[in-house]
């Protein structure tokens, strides 16, 4: 556990931006299916 002093601040900041960027990716992809799904083309 002694690697969290020296780095820990940086990987915890690159973890949770990869995770807020996952998140909205999938926030999309959700938002876009819900359109498609109810587009009257289908």
Do not use: T
Not at 24 to 34: W, Y
């Amino acid at each position: 556990m002694m690697m969290m002093n020296g780095m820990g601040g940086g990987m915890m900041l690159a973890m949770g931006a990869v995770c807020l960027l996952a998140i909205a990716v999938l926030l999309l992809a959700a938002a876009a299916l819900v359109k498609y799904l109810r587009s009257p083309g289908n």
